[in-house]
């Protein structure tokens, strides 16, 4: 039973003024290693395409089966952490994610890497459903944007670092060390989250775990995505694609409606329903969409014009980089008057800003040496403007969240960024697979939704002025 006891942090950490910090260090590394894993497993397709002598779509399962299994868990690892310990549900969730990632690096077939895949995003869920929700209860009042801050700029260190660092792994010690890398950094950060992270001082009851809800959230977003990548070129019939987003449809509508209706719900509806929640976590997913649908959408622009891999990689690096210096340094940079919200509407429009003049650019098939350079910048303006509105957006959210409902909302949270990272990248692919390469119609598709979540965010906005004008 000793397992299952949140161990507490030495009282010299746990007195300490600036012992907040170190809990926060800690989720970085999950932080870290999530946006790393990321972005250095798309490196590794050729690699295991020669190695297994498979063809790219059944590859291309190591990431897909991955992010579907995250999506459907968040939100239930998070429930559950709220009821029994959100630092215990970290802890073993990266050493699933450490034990995983071993016997990833160690698979002897395809099949045997997507099954350890399958078993990392677990590990993965659990930790990332309860990250956002130990830096809000370990970050003081007040400091709790900044401290989204650094776990958001940790997540684009992690993004930024891994297409460099991902190609000399592969290149020179070979695509198995892109999984065993998580080894010596989940041993680091078992240690520093049992020593750091403080435990759960509010838990809110599970009577029963919604199985039911689980199943009709697994269903709808694994029905989604394969729908639209079907459109996107992977083989299956238009009926069978047709069914799929019939049944995603279905699944979504039936769930929305067991939320209602069950007597212990997956999602208290309660939290959707809390002001701004609901508008918050739209902007979040819509967010996360615009960062990561220019992954997809940058190399293939480049390399149809002619450009290196290498270049098209230097200028993608653009944007998480400028993604990762606002929201570090957003609160030395921006007036301290500004509320959160103000900053999420100022970085809204200048990602929208940044994406209309990347569009203006593919739309007017604009020539010459400097396309590279000029679309460089823009990236790293639009991840300024995109490292400016996360840390204030999800700052909202989490204030909107009743006390002891926190890796709920975490795992909220975090489920819409996954949703919003696989629509980026399912979308994109889309647009480029039914139209061209020249890149303009995923511009488009980018800069409306940008323009929605900043819409969203005037809404909420809105609605929070009246809120308060009517008390």
């Given at each position: 039973?000793?397992?299952?006891?949140?161990r507490?942090?030495?009282?010299r950490?746990?007195?300490?003024?600036?012992?907040?910090?170190?809990?926060?260090?800690?989720?970085?590394?999950?932080?870290?290693?999530?946006?790393?894993?990321?972005?250095?497993?798309?490196?590794?397709?050729?690699?295991?395409?020669?190695?297994?002598?498979?063809?790219?779509?059944?590859?291309?399962?190591?990431?897909?089966?991955?992010?579907?299994?995250?999506?459907?868990?968040?939100?239930?690892?998070?429930?559950?952490a709220?009821?029994?310990?959100?630092?215990?549900f970290?802890?073993?969730?990266?050493?699933?994610?450490?034990?995983?990632?071993?016997?990833?690096?160690?698979?002897?077939?395809?099949?045997?890497?997507?099954?350890?895949?399958?078993?990392?995003?677990?590990?993965?869920?659990?930790?990332?459903?309860?990250s956002?929700?130990?830096?809000?209860?370990?970050?003081?009042?007040?400091?709790?944007?900044?401290?989204?801050?650094?776990?958001?700029?940790?997540?684009?260190?992690?993004l930024?670092?891994?297409?460099?660092?991902g190609?000399?792994?592969?290149?020179?010690?070979?695509?198995?060390?892109?999984?065993?890398l998580?080894?010596?950094?989940?041993?680091?950060?078992?240690?520093?989250?049992?020593?750091?992270?403080?435990?759960?001082?509010?838990?809110?009851?599970?009577?029963?775990?919604?199985?039911?809800?689980?199943?009709?959230?697994?269903?709808?977003?694994?029905?989604?995505?394969?729908?639209?990548?079907?459109?996107?070129?992977?083989?299956?019939?238009?009926?069978?694609?047709?069914?799929?987003?019939?049944?995603?449809?279905?699944?979504?509508?039936?769930?929305?409606?067991?939320?209602?209706?069950?007597?212990?719900?997956?999602v208290?509806?309660?939290?959707?329903?809390?002001?701004?929640?609901?508008?918050?976590?739209?902007?979040?997913?819509?967010?996360?969409?615009?960062?990561?649908?220019?992954l997809?959408?940058?190399?293939?622009?480049?390399?149809?014009?002619?450009?290196?891999?290498?270049?098209?990689?230097?200028?993608?690096?653009?944007?998480?980089?400028?993604?990762?210096?606002?929201?570090?340094?957003?609160?030395?940079?921006?007036?301290?008057?500004?509320?959160?919200?103000?900053?999420?509407?100022?970085?809204?429009?200048?990602?929208?800003?940044?994406?209309?003049?990347?569009?203006?650019?593919?739309?007017?098939?604009?020539?010459?040496?400097?396309?590279?350079?000029?679309?460089?910048?823009?990236?790293?303006?639009?991840?300024?403007?995109?490292g400016?509105?996360?840390?204030?957006?999800?700052?909202?959210?989490?204030?909107?969240?009743?006390r002891?409902?926190?890796?709920?909302?975490?795992?909220?949270?975090?489920?819409?960024?996954?949703?919003?990272?696989?629509?980026?990248?399912?979308?994109?692919?889309?647009?480029?697979?039914?139209?061209?390469?020249?890149?303009?119609?995923?511009?488009?598709?980018?800069?409306?939704i940008?323009?929605?979540?900043?819409i969203?965010?005037?809404a909420?906005?809105?609605?929070?002025?009246?809120?308060?004008?009517?008390?």
């Open positions: 039973m000793a397992l299952l006891i949140e507490p942090r030495p009282a950490i746990r007195q300490s003024r600036r012992g907040w910090w170190l809990a926060i260090a800690a989720v970085c590394l999950g932080a870290f290693m999530g946006q790393l894993d990321a972005s250095i497993a798309v490196l590794t397709y050729p690699a295991l395409e020669e190695r297994f002598h498979a063809p790219a779509a059944a590859v291309e399962w190591v990431s897909l089966g991955y992010l579907l299994t995250l999506i459907a868990l968040l939100v239930p690892a998070g429930r559950l709220d009821a029994h310990g959100r630092k215990l970290y802890l073993y969730g990266f050493l699933v994610f450490t034990l995983a990632s071993a016997a990833c690096g160690l698979a002897p077939t395809l099949s045997a890497l997507i099954g350890f895949r399958l078993v990392q995003a677990i590990g993965a869920a659990a930790l990332q459903a309860n956002v929700a130990l830096v809000a209860t370990s970050a003081p009042r007040g400091r709790l944007r900044a401290a989204l801050g650094v776990q958001a700029g940790a997540q684009a260190v992690g930024a670092l891994g297409p460099t660092l190609a000399v792994i592969v290149t020179g010690l070979g695509w198995r060390w892109v999984f065993l998580n080894v010596p950094v989940g041993v680091v950060a078992l240690i520093a989250g049992n020593f750091f992270l403080p435990r759960t001082r509010n838990r809110t009851a599970v009577d029963r775990f919604d199985w039911p809800g689980f199943a009709l959230l697994a269903v709808s977003s694994t029905a989604l995505l394969l729908a639209i990548s079907a459109a996107s070129g992977l083989e299956l019939s238009v009926v069978e694609a047709a069914a799929l987003f019939v049944i995603a449809v279905t699944a979504s509508l039936a769930f929305a409606r067991r939320l209602s209706h069950a007597a212990s719900p997956l208290n509806p309660v939290l959707l329903r809390t002001r701004g929640t609901a508008l918050g976590l739209a902007g979040a997913l819509g967010g996360y969409l615009v960062l990561f649908g220019p997809v959408l940058v190399p293939a622009v480049l390399t149809a014009r002619g450009d290196s891999l290498a270049l098209a990689g230097l200028v993608l690096t653009a944007l998480p980089a400028g993604f990762a210096v606002t929201a570090l340094a957003a609160d030395r940079i921006l007036p301290r008057g500004w509320t959160d919200r103000r900053r999420a509407l100022a970085g809204a429009a200048l990602a929208l800003g940044a994406l209309l003049a990347v569009l203006a650019m593919f739309a007017l098939s604009v020539a010459g040496s400097d396309f590279a350079a000029v679309l460089a910048v823009l990236l790293a303006l639009l991840g300024l403007g995109l400016v509105f996360a840390p204030a957006n999800n700052a909202l959210i989490m204030a909107a969240i009743p002891g409902t926190e890796a709920t909302g975490g795992g909220l949270v975090n489920m819409a960024r996954a949703l919003g990272t696989a629509l980026g990248v399912a979308l994109v692919t889309l647009s480029l697979h039914q139209g061209s390469h020249s890149g303009g119609a995923a511009a488009a598709l980018l800069a409306l940008a323009t929605a979540v900043l969203v965010t005037a909420s906005d809105a609605r929070s002025q009246m809120a308060s004008q009517g008390a």
